[in-house]
């Protein structure tokens, strides 16, 4: 059975910092691309890292670029995004997920930045 559990999202002040964390199971991790995800209130779910297979390659949204970093552990199957100088709206829940193709989602991590 696959599995994405995310976690790390909390509240956090514009300009800080948060790191978020991805323990996938039920497939080979290690085979796949990864993405994080985020869905804002009343906005679609959009792809804003990936990541491929061996880590070597990654692929930022025009809105996180410079700010955020994803990597991967393939020997924890593990995926991780870095967010760095987070703005308001950055605030949405974030999944993770295999890119392109997706498998069951998970729950996800809410991030809120607030003053």
């Known amino acids: 059975q696959v599995r994405v559990m995310e976690s790390g999202g909390g509240s956090v002040q514009p300009g800080g910092s948060l790191r978020l964390s991805c323990a996938a199971s039920g497939f080979s991790f290690s085979r796949y691309r990864m993405s994080w995800y985020r869905q804002a209130p009343g906005k679609e779910r959009e792809s804003v890292a990936i990541i491929f297979t061996t880590g070597g390659t990654t692929i930022y949204a025009d809105s996180v670029r410079g700010r955020f970093t994803i990597s991967r552990d393939n020997a924890k199957n593990t995926v991780y995004l870095e967010m760095n100088s987070v703005k308001p709206e950055d605030t949405a829940v974030y999944y993770c997920?295999?890119?392109?193709?997706?498998?069951?989602w998970g729950q996800g991590t809410q991030v809120t930045v607030s003053s």
């Open positions: 997920n295999a890119h392109p193709t997706v498998f069951d």
